[in-house]
């Protein structure tokens, strides 16, 4: 394991966890190079399926795309990191169960929306507004709308 900081491959295990869900062991490293400090997660390796793009175009499932999507999302608001890994494991999980080796990104990006909307209802728009490709602000008022339906609802 590299060092992230000065690329250095020796490095020593401080401290190591369990994860609140017990499908990853986090571990705490430090450099012994530079003596800095970073983290790693330990998880089984699962055989996840080959995501379908809207043109056709097949690429292998990628956590960090969907997590730096939602921190993009989630920009200055009140959500933790460890809620952003959360969405990220429930769309990875969504997409085993679905049991296929080949899964649309469109389910993708509606399991994100889904997640989102339980969320922040903030994230949710900014969201939509670039998954939904949104034209104007109508298309954002509509998505609004119907936001505020589902909340009465729910």
Do not use: H
């Amino acid at each position: 394991m590299k060092c992230p900081f000065c690329r250095n491959g020796e490095n020593r295990v401080i401290d190591s966890r369990i994860s609140k869900d017990g499908s990853a062991i986090r571990r705490r490293r430090e450099c012994l190079a530079c003596n800095k400090r970073f983290t790693t997660y330990e998880v089984v390796e699962d055989v996840l399926p080959m995501v379908v793009k809207k043109d056709g175009r097949r690429e292998p499932f990628d956590r960090m795309k969907i997590r730096n999507g939602l921190i993009k999302a989630l920009e200055k608001r009140p959500i933790s990191v460890d809620e952003i890994d959360g969405v990220v494991d429930q769309v990875e999980r969504a997409c085993q169960e679905s049991m296929g080796k080949e899964v649309p990104s469109s389910m993708i990006g509606e399991k994100i929306m889904e997640e989102l909307q339980k969320l922040d209802a903030v994230a949710y728009v900014r969201f939509a507004s670039v998954y939904r490709q949104f034209r104007d602000v109508n298309d954002f008022l509509d998505e609004l709308k119907d936001l505020l339906n589902v909340k009465k609802d729910g």
